[in-house]
């Protein structure tokens, strides 16, 4: 008769107290999610991002800039961690909910705050690259006409009617004037479709 060697017992990894408490601290509601109790990590972005909203109402109201809401949110969420984890613990950490599903609801939550960060960071900088080149184009079609008007002068036709020249792409005219008042000393003013304003000389 042969004997079977009894199975090893399976070590079973038990949630760090600490690694959640980090999640929590850094990703609000991620330390849920860590002991598989998923739905109070999507509960707590939200009851955040309302009470964000709220204090975006309130201070516009009260001219305070504290996000009090938030911040007592923030606090909240990091109880119901402390005391969820003592629940989870008392019952031995029964939840199911597998890993990858746990690290695929974390990384959602890094990505949310640092896809706005990224664009918080590089869209005004999109934007102030724009705003620069239009400008350039601006002072370069402004200083073309400037040199029609002088040509203009020489060859004895100067006129309060804007020359006609080729303008950078990207560029519009909407208002063009030529001071004549002085016809030794003509002043060309315009106004571009963004609203700048260019006088010459």
Known sequence: MSLTA?????????PSY??????????PGAGMTYLGRWGWHLGWIGILLLAGV?????????????????????????????RSYAEEAERGF???????GKVALIAGHVLLLVVPVFAAVLIPNLLSA???????GEQSAARNLYTQVVMNQVDGELSVTCPQVALPEG??????????SDPEAPVLEVIFGSGHRVQLP
């Open 54 to 82: 709220l204090d975006v109402f309130f201070s516009a109201v009260t001219g305070l800039g504290f996000s009090l809401l938030v911040f007592l949110g923030w606090i909240a969420q990091l109880v119901h961690y402390h």
């Open 6 to 14: 009894p199975a090893s017992p399976v070590t079973v990894r038990l």
């Open 171 to 180: 560029v519009e005219v909407a208002q063009c004037t030529v001071d004549i």
């Open 94 to 100: 029964p939840s199911t909910f597998p890993m990858g």
């Open 18 to 27: 600490g690694v959640g408490m980090l999640l929590s601290v850094f990703l």
């Open 130 to 136: 724009r705003q620069t080149a239009t400008q350039a």
